[in-house]
């Protein structure tokens, strides 16, 4: 993850380098993402950060992903309101058409349910998301929320990991446990 959001930073920079501030705000909302997995906290910047780079833009996708990464943030929390404001999302971005957002969305919601502790929740999210991703370039979303909820695919695995499917299980399955920490060590 860390990688990642080193990555999606490089991008923002170079875009920003180029003026090409399209670019520059949509590598800043996936960093904000990727952020928001393993540190909360620090997400908050991020997705601030990136509030102030849409200014001015209209970046429907680019926009919902800084949304999605604002209930990736606060997944688990009790207070947060989480699936209450992931369903006024899947409202907005339904009715958008954006499916690559509507995917994003499930697969914040399957992080939030494990954490919580909710197996029926993360099932039913995870059907959803099945629903988003069947034959589409965003499937592996579909293992991953598998892995966070420490469920056995259906299926063989489609998606080809860099690391193997088992560092990925493990990894994905690791970010709720981490999360579930964080959260008793607040509480």
């Known amino acids: ?26 590598s800043q909302a996936q960093r904000a993402l990727v952020i928001a997995f393993t540190d909360p906290a620090r997400a908050t910047d991020e997705i601030e950060l990136n509030g102030q780079l849409l200014t ?19 997944a688990g929390s009790t207070s947060a309101q989480v699936e209450h404001r992931g369903h006024l999302l899947r409202t907005e971005i339904n009715t ?9 969305l499930e697969l914040a919601l399957a992080f939030h349910h494990p954490v919580q502790h909710e197996p029926d929740e993360a099932r039913a999210t995870i ?27 259906p299926a063989a695995s489609t998606a080809w990991w860099i690391n193997g499917e088992e560092q990925a299980r493990t ?11 964080q959260l008793r060590g607040a509480g």
Not at 96 to 104: H, R, W
Not at 127 to 152: E, K, P, Q, S
């Open 127 to 153: 059907d959803r998301l099945r629903d988003h991703v069947r034959g589409a370039d965003y499937a592996y979303y579909y293992d991953i929320a598998h892995y966070m909820a420490g469920l056995t695919l």
């Open 56 to 74: 001015g833009l209209d970046l429907r996708t680019t926009s919902f992903t800084s949304k999605i990464a604002a209930l990736v943030r606060d």
């Open 96 to 104: 958008s058409g954006i499916v690559a957002a509507a995917a994003l």
């Open 171 to 181: 990894g994905w399955h690791a970010l709720v446990r981490e999360r579930q920490e």
């Open 1 to 26: 993850m860390e990688g990642a959001a080193a990555a999606y930073a490089a991008s923002r920079t170079e875009a920003g380098e180029d003026g090409i501030a399209g670019e520059r705000t949509t």
